[in-house]
């Protein structure tokens, strides 16, 4: 599985950006995929999700702000970020959990990089203020 991100940059606050990424190599039949992004110092989290059958997830920090896509004719997933803040700087990724959704109450993707095998190379923004 091969994960290629593209865009991200550099933004002043308020600004939007739009992150891609085209996954290869894998014919997965369900899967999760997400965003994380790591600011310098600080530990991977959970940006968004979304699963095979179309649900989402947000952290509560960008709810409203970023949107999570997904082109399945193009293999692309897309993080629409609109609202930017200085903290949202950080390095994104990608990632696919191929052994994703899980069932609970509903179909759900898992919020910890642990369980996300393959991830992109990861994209820097930067949101000046």
């Known amino acids: 599985v091969n994960l290629v991100q593209s865009g991200g940059g550099s933004v002043q606050s308020g600004g939007s950006l739009r992150l891609s990424c085209v996954a290869s190599?894998?014919?997965?039949?369900?899967?999760?995929m997400a965003w994380f992004r790591q600011a310098p110092g600080k530990e991977r989290e959970i940006v968004s999700s979304?699963?095979?059958?179309?649900?989402?997830s947000y952290a509560d920090s960008v709810k409203g702000r970023f949107t999570i896509s997904q082109d399945n004719a193009k293999n692309t997933l897309y993080l629409q970020m609109n609202s930017l803040k200085p903290e949202d700087t950080a390095m994104y990724y990608c990632?696919?959990?191929?052994?994703?959704?899980?069932?609970?109450?509903?179909?759900?993707?898992?919020?910890?990089?642990?369980?996300?095998?393959?991830w992109g190379q990861g994209t820097q923004v930067t949101v000046s203020s």
């Open positions: 190599g894998y014919t997965y039949r369900k899967y999760c």
């Open positions: 979304i699963s095979t059958y179309g649900t989402t």
């Open positions: 990632a696919v959990d191929p052994e994703g959704p899980y069932y609970g109450r509903g179909y759900y993707c898992l919020h910890t990089p642990v369980g996300y095998n393959y």
